[in-house]
């Protein structure tokens, strides 16, 4: 069982940035994958990129690649979510999850969101024009 965590979410002007946090407890695993997703009301989960918890590998979504950078601390036992250049359609609820199998797959890296078997509560982020 893996909780998370995230934070870090807020009201930030178009072109800012924020930093989103998700803190996981309970067992991790170096095959794991890290993936964060976002939902805006009446919209599907997005995907917005995942990163190997062992290697640090990662892939990110068109939508975001180049604004959006995904790292982790594995003695915190925390990934992160950089956002940059910030637009009004980034605003949406931010999710991060766990996709758990072994062993690790760069293919799993792109997994669609029904492969994730845990989830975190969410973190709200709204981009004002």
């Known amino acids: 069982q893996v909780q998370l965590v995230e934070s870090g979410g807020g009201l930030v002007q178009g072109g800012g940035s924020l930093r989103l946090s998700c803190a996981a407890s309970?067992?991790?695993?170096?095959?794991?994958?890290m993936g964060w997703f976002r939902q805006s009301p009446g919209k599907e989960h997005e995907f917005g990129g995942a990163i190997s918890w062992g290697g640090g590998s990662t892939y990110y979504a068109e939508s975001v690649k180049g604004r959006f950078t995904i790292s982790r601390d594995n003695a915190k036992n925390t990934v992160y979510l950089q956002m940059n250049s910030l637009k009004p359609e980034d605003t949406a609820v931010y999710y991060c999850a766990v996709h758990r199998k072994s062993p690790f797959s760069p293919t799993d890296l792109r997994v669609g969101r029904e492969k994730y078997d845990y989830w975190g509560q969410g973190t709200q982020v709204t981009v004002s024009s």
């Open positions: 309970g067992r991790t695993f170096s095959s794991d994958v």
